[in-house]
């Protein structure tokens, strides 16, 4: 725990007094008026309402502190404040081959999502900017290409009101929250016109809906981190009371750990810094603070599978787990989430084992300090042999599937090499079936109908 409990409490306040001595803006008539007359108060500006502190408080109550996220092979992940981090995949706009950087394909989302299959510790595939169809259409064509592919949960890019409306009429489709959403607010302090048609639009359907802020520190945000948390807390805040006004009881999951810094020398997004560990850590604490499920997002500025990809990687990975992190997403990004790389992804799920076995720690008792055992091993003896190290050594031992621990003379390729090849064989594979042919055939229908439109 890098944030101490009163630090999140003084921002919490922040956050409370920014909402109601400065308010918001809220680029939707429509949802002005509704958060009037929830208890919202017209702001010195047209579109922008303040939120007393009573009314966030009221709302934010209402906000169920469980989140079921179905997958599409049946399990049920159940997220809360304090339950072991989901770790998803990411949305991007480029596919990395290993040598080059193309725009990303349906066919190459298609392949991503059945290689998630393969990996244990990927729970769920975000949608992608696929160049090969129409900006209206890639979130609902997305989540068709998805669900052929995966049996992961289904995360929906959400590019327009249409392709909600087409995403509403999906998601009876499957049984369970097979599918979720999210959206950022573009701050300071606003909420677009589309952010918030996407919250209403989805609103009434029980969708999972993730709230982003995103402060950039130094940018949108005060270069301090503790001011920019506050901003970015009063931010989601904001959204998780429309969202509650929309659609009360609705699932939400509060993300303040996609917020970010900006490189003065560079004049870049900061993604992979030690600031966003810290950025996470407090979005995972205010999570406990308020019983709502945390989110995060585990990036890199590398723009290559190399060891800075690696080391960051590996650094936010094991930081937003550690720190209580209920929803990780960025598997097999680069280039700060614009690019996807196959290979990263085969990494990035062996870490997060590495990460998973290390949280689990050690447990203590007669049966894991056998001391019957070890008096019977005695001096100079061996347990190597006993029934006891057969037994347990694959529960005690976490086993990675590519990193080499091999002598030198039968080392294999680099890791990079290795993981791309694991990739390519892993993506070969067909699709796993999840879903009959009924229920294929009325998400082709729904895509065609709103294609039309």
Known sequence: MMVKSIDIEFIHNASLRILEDIGVRLEHDGIVERMIRAGAIPGT????????????????????????????DGTVDVLTC??????????????????????????DLAALSRLCNALPSVQGVMGVACADVPPPQRDFVGVRVMAENTRRHVRALCFGPAGMDALREMKPVVRGNWLSVGFTAHGPLRW???????????????IPVTINGEPMAGVTGPVTLAGAMAVGNAEILSGIVINQVLEPGRPVIHNLGLAHTFDMRQATAVTGGPENALFADAGAQLGRFYRLPSSSWSSTESVFDDSQAALEMALALQTHAAAGVSLIWGLGQLESEKTFSPAQLVIHDEIVGWVRRQLRGVEVNDQTVPMDLITQVGIGG???ETDHTLENFRDEF????????????????????VARDRAKELMAAPPPGCLDDEQLAELSRIEQAFSRK
Request: glycine fraction near 4%.
């Open 45 to 72: 500006s047209a579109q922008e309402v303040r939120l007393p502190r009573q009314m966030v408080m009221e709302y934010l109550a209402q906000a169920p502190s469980r989140v079921e996220l179905a997958q599409l």
């Open 82 to 107: 304090d339950s072991a981090p989901l770790f998803w995949t990411t949305p991007v706009m480029y596919w990395w081959t290993g040598r080059e950087r193309r725009p990303i394909t349906t066919g």
């Open 192 to 206: 677009t016109n589309l952010a918030l048609t996407i919250f209403e639009r989805s609103a009434g359907s029980g």
């Open 382 to 384: 061996a347990f190597l």
């Open 398 to 417: 976490w086993q990675p599937h590519i990193l080499n621990r091999r002598a030198r003379e039968n080392c294999p390729s680099p890791l990079e090499e």
